[in-house]
């Protein structure tokens, strides 16, 4: 069964979430679902993720962070102010709080507290910098992650600063969606120290599974390979998905499930037999 909850941070911001298989949560070990950019908890295949975990006895925590532009209507981004004052270090505090949260009972008592985090794209990288020498996280997966967050030309990043917004199209939508200049910003402050992927990768010393799709246009595999070079080899699996893209064939609204995307899926199910 599912349990749906409205968590506030620290800064009185509101944080929906879904908590899959909520009868397990006395003894089961929880995954956390971390989105990317442009997504939300209820895209495509989030869902999906946690009836299928669920069903195995998992506790599967989907949500949506705070400025991701989700606003009444759960299904598409809509609130173009929160999205364009986005940044990583929000989402990485954000995430910081649910696990705190999680571990301190807020959804629900358990006896096996085990976390695992799960996130896709961007929301990997936030994962990666959550995880990183946190004791309450105990296992990570990444799918189709980023490698480097500044991914702008010094041209672009000069006209975003002169304009002080950057505009992207969402090619799914058509959707004009604004940056303000507060995640260059953000970027470029902390790219030596809470915002660099490199030294996150290189603390991480626990299971680690980065799954990524050998035909990814959006997030090249080079990515991948980078995250795998900095990640510590005797923990970490790389495992390729071969004639599949970043969301492996998955589309919004889910319709149906398919054969990459099952090998995903039959990665996760490996990687987590040890956390059972």
Request: proline share 2%; net charge negative; aromatic share 14%.
């Amino acid at each position: 069964m599912t349990e749906d909850f409205d968590f506030l941070t620290s800064k009185n911001e509101k944080i929906s979430v879904t908590v899959y298989g909520f009868e397990n949560i006395s003894d089961s070990p929880v995954i956390i679902c971390v989105h990317g950019f442009k997504g939300f908890k209820d895209w495509g295949f989030w869902p999906y993720i946690g009836n299928y975990f669920s069903k195995q006895k998992f506790v599967v925590l989907t949500f949506n962070f705070s400025h991701n532009g989700i606003d009444k209507n759960l299904f598409e981004i809509s609130n173009m102010e929160k999205f364009a004052n986005n940044t990583f270090s929000l989402e990485v505090k954000e995430l910081c709080e649910l696990i705190s949260a999680y571990k301190n009972g807020y959804f629900g008592n358990s006896n096996n507290n085990k976390v695992i985090l799960l996130g896709h794209s961007r929301g990997g990288a936030d994962s990666i910098f959550a995880a990183s020498g946190n004791e309450f996280v105990d296992g990570l997966i990444t799918m189709s992650s980023i490698s480097k967050l500044d991914r702008y030309t010094e041209r672009q990043k000069a006209e975003w600063q002169e304009k002080k917004t950057w505009e992207v199209i969402n090619s799914r939508t058509g959707q004009v969606m604004k940056l303000n200049i507060s995640l260059l910003e953000d970027i470029e402050k902390y790219k030596s120290t809470t915002l660099n992927l490199e030294n996150a990768v290189r603390k991480i010393e626990k299971p680690y599974l980065i799954i990524h799709g050998r035909e990814d246009l959006t997030v090249p595999i080079s990515e991948a390979e980078m995250l795998f070079s900095w990640s510590n080899k005797e923990k970490t699996k790389f495992s390729i998905i071969e004639r599949s893209g970043h969301t492996f064939d998955i589309q919004h609204p889910f319709t149906v499930s398919n054969e990459k995307f099952n090998k995903v899926l039959s990665e996760i199910e490996c990687f987590l037999l040890q956390f059972n």
